[in-house]
């Protein structure tokens, strides 16, 4: 993640030489001073980050060749802060502020002082800052003045305190090293090793490997569990910019082979691929891992970025968002891809394996009992048909979810906001005192709430809807139910239907003005075999007089069985006649040609809400009138005609 600014914050003894490492990387000039005056803070802009700067850089000797340039992360600005040991209280508001510490010694009585009373300092304060050790004054260890003269000395601090990322030996005097070490501390809040590598185990960390094995399985296209040339190219060419010579790979690979004991293997295995990056984070260059983590959305803590997961997208309240054609053409191959036997189903283990890179099925889809909410095939897996219904119940119901998912499952065209799309905001209007929805034409997701009795016959009905079939056996509905399915209508145009039985939360969700909104239809349902099944939604109707404002089809269930007069206050015909609706429509659950008209019906009303909202009297067009008045026009004028006739063959008689 890039970060605008760091703040360094330079500690250590009195006449270590901090103030002149400080002076020697800003002047690029031998500055010695006697006295302990502490500089004031200096800020570097990212344009003072010049050519000859990087040119003495440590990341010019430890940079991959399969890593990007480190500027890529310089920040905006870094500020050094130049600090005194004797006053306590502004050491402790520095350091409180600091992003990285940059802790000198210089010889031995300092460098012990380091674990005896610098780190139980930075501890105390509860900091957890990155540390990057400088050994100062190098250039006096050839005249023997203390006993450290190599790197081996960083060792023993590095393995105590964790805290501790790097050190390096620098002479203020002979401008040796000095850029380096003000880079490393740069890179440990850039690229920082801490999250990634555990130094006292020598292995990476288990976040992350679990990273690493998840972008590791979204390039291994075919599935085979290695990364062959031209998949490790295109992970390459999506971290760093730029394609690798086959030479390069073939060295890899014979790296890994040698380290795995594997001499057959032609690409990358996932182990090898884990192998490889501890080989990167053991030899410094963890700038390589995280350019494979940060390309694929990590941050610092490992964790994928909420701006990838949850991109922002406008959307009006009256809207409603569905998947768009980029986002069916990505499922669809995301189905196939992973459709391995080719059966044309997804079985339970493809879908574990399909879902590998996410935290699991999501939960949404879970609470809507999939797989029982879609079309499976005859063992029970899950079709190409019910994998896109059950995504675009996903859409309909939480647009988020959708995204979250699609930037898990490696949708990255940028912006995972490409899959979707927004539809036109729902507009109502208002006729003869009545408010109505006004239609929509841009839609292909209509959501139905089905309403009824118990023992009306709902659950048949959504059976029947998904499956064709049904069961005869009465098992009452607790908790809502919803099923989608694609379905065809007039005109040849596909669209999704999703049927929602409300079980026992009927009374609450009819109450609840934000579930009532996402509701196109609803479908009112007695059955005409019980006397006594249509009172019911008489008095819920009664009850409920906001329901008026939604489109509204009244269906008479199990009509293949005696009908029966009901036992109402008005017969069914009567009382949809009132409200300006079509009859009951008179459907079985074995009678498919019905059932195909009730679905096709439930549509037509969520997109013409005008023709089926409750007390709404629909109104004879213009030209409806002009043609009825010339029907009775030509009626008279015929009339007339034939009366002339008449009078004129009587007149000749005489």
Known sequence: MFQESIRVAVCGDEFVGKSSLITSLIKETIFESQSNNVLPPIT??????????????????????????????????????????????????????????????????????????????????????????????????????????????????????????????????????????????????????????????????????????RVFFLFDTDLDGYLNFVEFNELHKKCFGFMLEIEDFDEIIKYINLKLLDQNSSGISEDGFILLNKLYAESGRHETIWGILRANHYTNSLSLNDKFLSPHLDLNPNASVELSPTGYRFLVDLFIKFDKDNDGGLNEEELKNLFRPTPGIPKLWI????????????EGYVTLQGWLAQWNLTTFLSYKTTLEYLAYLGFDESNSIKALKVTKPRKTRQKQGK????????????????????????????????????????????????????????????????????????????????????????????????????????????????????????????????????????????????????????????????????????????????????????????????LKHLFMAGGAIGVMALVSIWMLNSMRRR
Request: aromatic share 10%; charged share 25%.
């Open 44 to 213: 570097i802009s990212r344009n003072d980050y010049n050519e000859s700067f990087k040119e003495q850089s440590f990341a010019k000797t430890t940079k991959s060749e399969y890593s990007k340039d480190i500027s890529e992360y310089i920040p905006n600005t870094t500020t050094i802060v130049d600090t005194d040991p004797s006053d306590h209280a502004l050491l402790t508001q520095e350091l409180k502020r600091a992003d990285v510490i940059w802790l000198v010694y210089s010889d031995h009585y300092t460098y012990e002082r380091i674990s005896l009373h610098w780190m139980p300092i930075f501890r105390s304060l509860g900091l957890n800052l990155p540390i990057i050790l400088c050994a100062n004054k190098s250039d006096l260890s050839t005249k023997n003045l203390w006993k450290y003269q190599n790197n081996d000395e960083f060792i023993p601090l590095i393995n105590e305190f964790k805290e501790i990322e790097a050190g390096v030996r620098c002479s203020a005097k002979n401008n040796y090293n000095v850029v380096e070490a003000f880079y490393l501390c740069q890179r440990a809040v850039t690229h920082p090793i801490s999250p990634i590598f555990d130094a006292k185990e020598g292995n990476l960390k288990p976040g992350a490997i679990a990273a690493l094995r």
């Open 367 to 378: 609470e809507t009992n999939f797989p029982s909410s879609i079309l499976c095939n005859e």
């Open 435 to 626: 408010i109505y929805r006004n239609s929509v034409n841009d839609r292909n997701i209509f959501n139905c709430f089905i309403i009824g009795a118990p023992k009306a016959g709902k659950s048949s009905l959504l059976d029947s809807f998904l499956h064709g079939t049904y069961s005869d056996m009465y098992s009452p509905t607790i908790q809502p139910r919803l099923v989608i399915k694609d379905i065809e209508i007039r005109g040849g145009k596909q669209c999704y239907l999703i049927l929602e039985e409300l079980g026992e939360l009927e009374p609450a969700i009819l109450e609840n003005k934000k579930r009532l909104d996402e509701c196109d239809v609803i479908c009112y349902t007695y059955d005409s075999s019980d006397p006594e099944s249509f009172q019911y939604l008489v008095d819920l109707r009664k009850k409920n007089l906001h329901l008026d404002e939604i489109p509204s089809v009244f269906v008479a269930l199990k009509a293949d069985l005696d009908k029966q007069q009901q036992r109402s206050d008005v017969q069914p015909e009567n009382y949809t006649r009132d409200l300006f609706l079509n009859s009951p429509l008179h459907i079985s659950s074995s009678w498919n040609s019905s059932l195909h008209e009730l679905f096709i019906q439930l549509v037509d009303a969520a997109k013409n809400p005008s023709t089926s909202t409750p007390g709404l009297e629909i109104e004879k067009s213009v030209d409806e009138e002009n």
